[in-house]
């Protein structure tokens, strides 16, 4: 929470900056944010609904691992460990391949979000560059605005790290408060 409010707080006071040293250059830096916020939304549904289901394929594999040892009598006296095995290896394997899932998920958010930044600090040096040309802005501006940009970027990474972080862990307790409120399926006797 310290470095989400840390950042938030660095990208409103950039932005001020931002705006005061170049309207222009302001307004082709914030291409990227609709973007990024899209992109965000949709990975932080994906992972939360991905992270509830690994949850529960991680449980599955536990329920068979737990009843196989708590019977272990009986799973040797039916000779039935290789079948316990292999339905604890279907859960594992599934479990695995969401992992997978995840990962690449991960991996393609993180491109983007890294990627986009950089694009759009080449576009800006671009149009500043002809605004300095036109005479319209000075050097010393135009690298001073790079410089906010690239706190502005460092300040959304920060923000976009933690906002991975939490919705993973948002779809891992999600499962939690769904055990906590279901409703029992006996009735107490009356």
Do not use: H
């Not at 990975?43 to 991905?50: A, D, I, P, Q, W």
């Not at 992992?99 to 800006?124: E, G, K, W």
């Not at 923000?159 to 009735?187: C, H, M, Q, W």
Request: net charge positive.
């Amino acid at each position: 929470v310290n470095v989400f409010l840390r950042s938030l707080v660095q990208v409103i006071g950039v932005l001020i900056f931002m705006f005061l040293s170049s309207w222009q250059l302001s307004l082709i830096a914030f291409v990227s944010v609709p973007v990024i916020t899209i992109l965000s939304k949709w990975y932080g549904e994906f992972v939360r609904k991905l992270s509830k289901l690994m949850q529960k394929k991680l449980a599955d594999g536990n329920s068979v691992s737990e009843a196989a040892m708590g019977s272990m009598a009986t799973v040797r006296a039916f000779d039935a460990a290789e079948s316990e095995l292999k339905e604890f290896q279907k859960c594992m394997q599934e479990y695995l391949g969401l992992n997978v899932r995840s990962s690449v998920a991960y991996f393609a958010y993180c491109t983007a979000v890294v990627a986009q930044p950089n694009l759009v600090t080449a576009v800006v040096l671009f149009y500043g560059g002809l605004l300095v040309r036109n005479g319209d802005m000075t050097s010393g501006d135009l690298v001073s605005f790079l410089l906010y940009l690239q706190s502005l970027s460092d300040a959304f990474g920060s923000i976009g790290y933690i906002f991975s972080s939490l919705t993973s862990a948002v779809g891992a307790a999600d499962k939690v408060f769904e055990l906590l409120n279901r409703k029992p399926k006996l009735k107490k006797p009356a």
